[in-house]
């Protein structure tokens, strides 16, 4: 019995000796599972795409950037300040300065520039034309001109004989009034204008902001001397002139060559007569500005002492003159290039 007892205490304490053993085996791999899990886990949220450092790498790149972003809108910040300020900037962010004050009037200076509305569709961009400022004062109001041509007046005929003569006199003697009514047409739709003329006409203006006296010209009776011969045809030696020399361009010249908008590169009429006269011809020309800006004159007409007679043709451009409404409004611009011209409102 006691043999039994010892034996059966043997194999009890062999067993849990064994099971002893085999719960601390288990334990550790458990445990080293757990820690590789933990490890990998630890790694990833250290070294992983969205990891501890790569967040904080990221981090530091915002915080550059940021600073760099704040201190180039505090730069902007400090520029817009400064040109509104100076009444040169805009508030907006935009290109576009600030406007002092809100009609054209109290901004414009002469050579600015001026997007026109003209009301005429089929002109420019839909009716809109870049115009520059003649005139900003009391005597003369609220003036712009087209910067290039608007279109070309053809005016005077080619001939040597009586029916040409007619004919090319007849322009002459018209010539003003017509470049003045095709300026007309520049300001009769549209919504900013009163009146239109063609540069180099009588440039004053009336209480009603009207041109008044554009078509304000010397009358004149030329008749070609007894001792000449008289041209083939003739029934007298009335030359059929009515209109003598008149000096109406000299003050657009004189503004438009202060402000820089006198020459264009293209040729254009002026709405002024320029009557030669020597003592074996007469010459009947109306004035118009060269490529290079020099002021020429256009024979319509020539009547020489030898009974000769010669008439001639010119085309070239019109630039109208806008007389504008006083409280025409700016609604963007400076004027102070073509890209930024004063947009206009009412």
């Not at 490890?39 to 967040?55: D, H, K, M, Q, S």
């Not at 005929?157 to 009514?181: E, F, K, R, V």
Request: charged share 20%.
């Amino acid at each position: 019995m006691k043999k039994n007892l010892k034996s059966k205490s043997k194999y009890e304490l062999l067993s849990k000796k064994t099971n002893s053993k085999g719960i601390t085996l288990i334990a550790l791999i458990i445990t080293i599972i757990v820690l590789l899990i933990l490890a990998g886990v630890t790694i990833n949220l250290t070294l992983g795409e969205n990891g501890i450092f790569r967040t904080a790498e990221m981090a530091g790149k915002n915080y550059i950037d940021a600073q760099d972003k704040e201190l180039a809108g505090l730069v902007d910040f400090e520029n817009t300040i400064n040109n509104i300020i100076g009444g040169t900037g805009s508030s907006s962010g935009t290109d576009t300065p600030a406007i002092k004050d809100d009609t054209l009037k109290g901004n414009a200076q002469p050579g600015d520039y001026v997007k026109y509305d003209t009301g005429i569709s089929s002109v420019g961009n839909n009716g809109i034309v870049t115009f520059r400022v003649l005139y900003n004062d009391d005597t003369y109001g609220l003036q712009i001109i087209s910067d290039k041509n608007m279109e070309t007046v053809t005016l005077g005929t080619n001939g040597n004989d009586l029916t040409a003569w007619q004919a090319s006199i007849t322009d002459y003697n018209n010539g003003i009034a017509t470049l003045n009514q095709k300026a007309e047409y520049y300001a009769t739709s549209s919504p900013y204008a009163i009146d239109g003329r063609c540069v180099g006409s009588v440039p004053t203006i009336g209480v009603d902001g009207k041109f008044n006296a554009k078509n304000t010209e010397v009358e004149g009776t030329y008749s070609v001397p007894d001792s000449w011969t008289l041209p083939t045809g003739w029934s007298s030696r009335d030359t059929g002139c009515q209109k003598g020399t008149d000096y109406n361009h000299t003050t657009d010249r004189t503004a438009m060559q202060a402000a820089n908008i006198w020459i264009t590169g293209e040729e254009y009429w002026l709405a002024s007569r320029w009557v030669f006269s020597f003592s074996s011809a007469y010459y009947f020309e109306v004035l118009n500005v060269s490529t290079s800006g020099n002021t020429s004159s256009m024979g319509f007409c020539r009547v020489d002492a030898n009974g000769i007679m010669d008439t001639f043709s010119y085309r070239h451009g019109l630039r109208p003159c806008i007389s504008l409404k006083s409280d025409v409004k700016v609604i963007a611009g400076d004027g102070k290039s073509e890209a930024t011209a004063y947009e206009l409102g009412i």
